[in-house]
């Protein structure tokens, strides 16, 4: 079967660094994507690992271990409008790039 | 970057009513587009794939003929449904699939659906 999981809830302090993780059971693997999502609006793409590594992009980065099944999003110099869901989702071997996400990890971040 | 808008953004209804919610991307053509749902509190579950041309393939578990959807063009995807009942209330998301680098999905702000 498959199955994604985060950790349900997290909180950080302003200027901290936070690490969630996620770990991922699916049939056959494309991709990994972490998207951010406000409560009431839509995800936006965060980033993309297809290889094992860590992919940087300004105060955020990703890291996947595709032997592990396990990815992590490190968020760097929180600020407060960092507070929202972080979900993480693997595209998996489904045809017509379909992604099956977790069920997200809301981070609260406190001043 | 490429942009998916919904309409409407949100939507009451009496139970047994129809409703059709559109999801167009603006500045790309996209001949996949997903159409998801999501609880309170829950993560997006992904209730079809909807293919410009040919009929929408439904994940298990979501009834067809409940949720119609129709891929009338290149930038147009809609999702109708059909005798609504409360338990249908929920906020609907749509993606549209762009080729880019990653071949992401671009989301839809969604549509808060209330079935009364």
């Known amino acids: 079967g498959q199955n994604i999981d985060q950790p349900t809830e997290m909180t950080a302090t302003e200027g901290a660094i936070v690490q969630i993780n996620c770990t991922y059971q699916t049939s056959g693997f494309n991709g990994l994507f972490w998207y951010q999502q406000h409560a009431g609006e839509a995800p936006t793409f965060l980033s993309y690992n297809v290889l094992d590594g860590l992919e940087e992009k300004g105060r955020f980065s990703s890291f996947l271990s595709r032997s592990k099944g396990y990815s992590y999003l490190l968020l760097k110099e929180l600020q407060m409008k960092d507070s929202a869901s972080y979900l993480c989702a693997v595209e998996y071997s489904g045809g017509y790039n379909k992604l099956i996400f977790g069920a997200g990890t809301r981070l609260a971040v406190h001043p | 970057g490429a942009v998916v808008s919904q309409h409407p953004s949100r939507v009451i209804c009496k139970s047994g009513t129809s409703v059709k919610i559109e999801c167009r991307s603006l500045?790309?053509?996209?001949?996949?587009m997903f159409w998801y749902r999501q609880f309170p509190k829950q993560s997006l579950m992904l209730m079809a794939t909807?293919?410009?041309?040919?009929?929408?393939?439904?994940e298990q578990g979501v009834e067809k003929d409940k949720f119609l959807i129709n891929h009338a063009s290149l930038t147009l995807s809609t999702l109708t449904v059909t005798s609504a009942h409360p338990e249908d209330s929920s906020f609907y998301i749509c993606?549209?699939?762009?080729?880019?680098?990653?071949?992401?999905?671009?989301f839809g702000p969604g549509t808060r659906l209330t079935v009364l």
């Open positions: 909807s293919n410009e041309g040919s009929k929408a393939t439904y």
């Open positions: 993606s549209a699939l762009a080729e880019t680098v990653y071949n992401e999905q671009f």
């Open positions: 500045d790309f053509q996209a001949t996949t």
